[in-house]
């Protein structure tokens, strides 16, 4: 009896063991197998649909440097500063060439002086022309100018010019060179007007001065109705619109388009003109309006004759200084000029 209590104490001790390295083992076993990956079939509620998947979240280490996605690539649009050259083509006018480079008509006028001398109408295919990168003027520098001085003629401020990257000064201290172009943001200056001056029925011989055309002698006859009719079949233009250095229109009208007279009158001028206008016809209406119709190519009435709204007074044309067949048509009223758009219907 004494002898078995050893053995079965014995039995157990190697029992515990051989449990305990079991245990062991499992748990070893557990930690190296994972767990099964759920799937659509095991996931209660699932809807493929509906999954909101994890978003790039970088999470770089110390000193790194991390790159942030942009799908768009944009290059920066630079606004030109300098000013351009431009060869005229056949058919382009002042008019529609500022409204391709997104300037003012005047603009192109100031900064071709030396070439179209403020004269819209002496545009010529193959001209090369300044094209300004605003709206502005051209002005060179001549000996003995000041800053202040040239800002004040042009209506601006002295840095508006130094300050301007296309004039290429030092805004600090503009040292300007005689001869030295310069673009003048802004500025203005006055025009140097070509036009026939208005002609009333009772000015005897005015209109001799401005060419061969000009009528003398003191008319009486017809009188305007007040109203005014398109002078051509079109009515639209074709070329320059009114502006301040062009106060007529430009209206579409192919060589031999008869013109007619925008409302009855007398005949003031009718011929050839000296000012660029080439053929040339001037209405007094004789209630204070007058009309004028320039580059025909034939002129069909005569100083001192009475015409009705509507006759045929000549034929369209592109005499004087013209790039192309069309009627230049002016309207004034007691010796100012009016924009046609206002009074045809």
């Known amino acids: ?116 001398d403020d004269d819209p109408h002496l545009l010529r295919p193959g001209q090369e022309l300044n094209i300004l990168p605003v709206d502005g003027t051209y002005y060179q520098w001549q000996p003995g100018d000041e800053l202040s001085k040239v800002a004040d003629f042009f209506g601006v401020q002295p840095e508006d010019i130094s300050a301007w990257p296309g004039n290429q000064l030092n805004p600090l201290d503009p040292e300007i060179e005689p001869g030295t172009w310069l673009i003048i943001p802004g500025g203005a200056r006055a025009f140097k007007q070509w036009f026939v001056p208005t002609i009333a029925r009772g000015q005897a011989g005015v209109g001799s001065a401005f060419g061969p055309g000009g009528c003398s002698g003191t008319f009486t006859g017809a009188v305007g109705t007040g109203g005014f009719i398109w002078p051509t079949p079109n009515h639209y233009v074709s070329g320059n619109d009114y502006w301040s250095g062009h106060l007529a229109i430009d209206i579409a009208a192919g060589t031999g388009t008869g013109v007619s007279a925008a409302d009855s009158g007398v005949i003031v001028f009718a011929g050839w003109s000296t000012v660029g206008y080439g053929n040339m016809v001037m209405i007094d209406h004789g209630n204070g309006w007058q009309t004028l119709y320039g580059h025909l190519s034939q002129v069909n009435v005569g100083c001192g004759q009475s015409v009705q709204q509507g006759q045929t007074i000549g034929l369209a044309g592109s005499t004087g200084n013209s790039t192309g067949p069309h009627l230049h048509f002016e309207v004034r009223f007691e010796g100012g000029f009016v924009n046609p758009w206002f009074v045809l219907p």
């Open 1 to 116: 009896m004494k002898r078995t209590a050893p053995i079965v104490l014995a039995a157990f001790a190697i029992l515990a063991a051989a449990w305990t390295v079991s245990l062991n083992v499992s748990l070893a076993r557990s930690a190296l197998i994972p767990d099964p990956i759920p799937t659509h079939e095991n996931i209660e509620g699932y809807d493929p649909e509906q999954v909101d998947l994890p978003g790039y979240n970088p999470s770089p280490k110390s000193g790194a440097l991390v790159r942030a996605v942009d799908l768009t690539t944009l290059k920066p649009a630079r606004s030109r500063v300098d000013v351009v050259r431009y060869t005229v083509q056949s058919g382009d006018s002042v008019f529609a060439i500022a409204e391709r480079f997104d300037v003012k008509p005047e603009t192109i006028l100031w900064g071709n002086f030396e070439t179209l």
